[in-house]
């Protein structure tokens, strides 16, 4: 007779009253298979008794499944930790202004705001803020600029129509050498929490990303 301590999982209910489900719970499940151990000896032939190297080998595999489900459940504890860990990381964004890839144009105040990264130096930068269709609103020039992360504002007072869904490229050269752009769209944190052990915002444009889809804070 062979002992299998996993073949069903019963709730059992501990000294103190709280219920446990013998296949996730290492106590529970020892205590289950020591019961079974007792109940085979007691019943074993005497003719054939139980022979040392089989019970050896049941008694060596429960504590196996023991130290799985022990390292399991700490495995679970530390990953429960470090969600609290990101949520509590990502509260403190909360209010902040935030850059990631994107070429919404934030409107607030009667100023639109966007950013945008280059890979090189540009002898000159230009911005032109879009409607949704496409159609061009208005264009700024900024001259010339570094490599790496920029931001820009554009006064938005004299602009008479919806600036919901207002968009920007951003076209930049060097020299007569057109270089890549990055538009980056700015928006700020409203909410945080924790899904499938990653950090994630929800942003006041509506959309939700990751923390690491964070480019810059503002």
């Given at each position: 007779m062979?002992?299998?301590?996993?073949?069903?999982a019963p709730t059992v209910t501990d000294a103190t009253g709280t219920k446990a489900n013998a296949g996730t719970d290492p106590a529970a499940a020892q205590d289950r298979f020591l019961k079974l151990l007792v109940a085979q000896l007691?019943?074993?032939?005497?003719?054939?008794?139980?022979?040392?190297?089989?019970?050896?080998?049941?008694?060596a595999q429960i504590n196996t499944v023991t130290g799985i489900q022990q390292l399991n459940q700490t495995m679970q504890s530390m990953a429960e930790q470090f969600n609290s860990l990101q949520v509590m990381q990502g509260t403190a964004l909360i209010g902040r202004n935030v850059m990631t890839d994107g070429s919404s144009l934030?409107?607030?105040?009667?100023?639109g705001k966007g950013g945008f990264e280059i890979p090189s130096a540009a002898t000159n930068v230009k911005i032109e803020v879009t409607t949704a269709g496409g159609q061009v609103v208005d264009t700024i020039d900024l001259g010339a600029k570094a490599a790496g992360r920029h931001t820009f504002e554009w006064d938005a007072s004299k602009y008479t129509g919806t600036t919901d869904a207002l968009q920007f490229r951003v076209t930049a050269v060097n020299g007569s050498t057109k270089l890549s752009s990055t538009p980056l769209a700015l928006s700020k944190v409203t909410a945080a929490?924790?899904?499938?052990?990653?950090?994630?915002?929800t942003l006041a444009n509506g959309k939700t990303i990751n923390y690491s889809q964070i480019k810059a804070l503002v």
């Amino acid at each position: 007779m062979i002992l299998n301590s996993a073949t069903s999982a019963p709730t059992v209910t501990d000294a103190t009253g709280t219920k446990a489900n013998a296949g996730t719970d290492p106590a529970a499940a020892q205590d289950r298979f020591l019961k079974l151990l007792v109940a085979q000896l007691n019943n074993q032939d005497p003719m054939n008794p139980l022979d040392n190297a089989q019970m050896t080998s049941q008694i060596a595999q429960i504590n196996t499944v023991t130290g799985i489900q022990q390292l399991n459940q700490t495995m679970q504890s530390m990953a429960e930790q470090f969600n609290s860990l990101q949520v509590m990381q990502g509260t403190a964004l909360i209010g902040r202004n935030v850059m990631t890839d994107g070429s919404s144009l934030a409107v607030a105040d009667k100023a639109g705001k966007g950013g945008f990264e280059i890979p090189s130096a540009a002898t000159n930068v230009k911005i032109e803020v879009t409607t949704a269709g496409g159609q061009v609103v208005d264009t700024i020039d900024l001259g010339a600029k570094a490599a790496g992360r920029h931001t820009f504002e554009w006064d938005a007072s004299k602009y008479t129509g919806t600036t919901d869904a207002l968009q920007f490229r951003v076209t930049a050269v060097n020299g007569s050498t057109k270089l890549s752009s990055t538009p980056l769209a700015l928006s700020k944190v409203t909410a945080a929490g924790a899904e499938d052990g990653q950090l994630k915002l929800t942003l006041a444009n509506g959309k939700t990303i990751n923390y690491s889809q964070i480019k810059a804070l503002v």
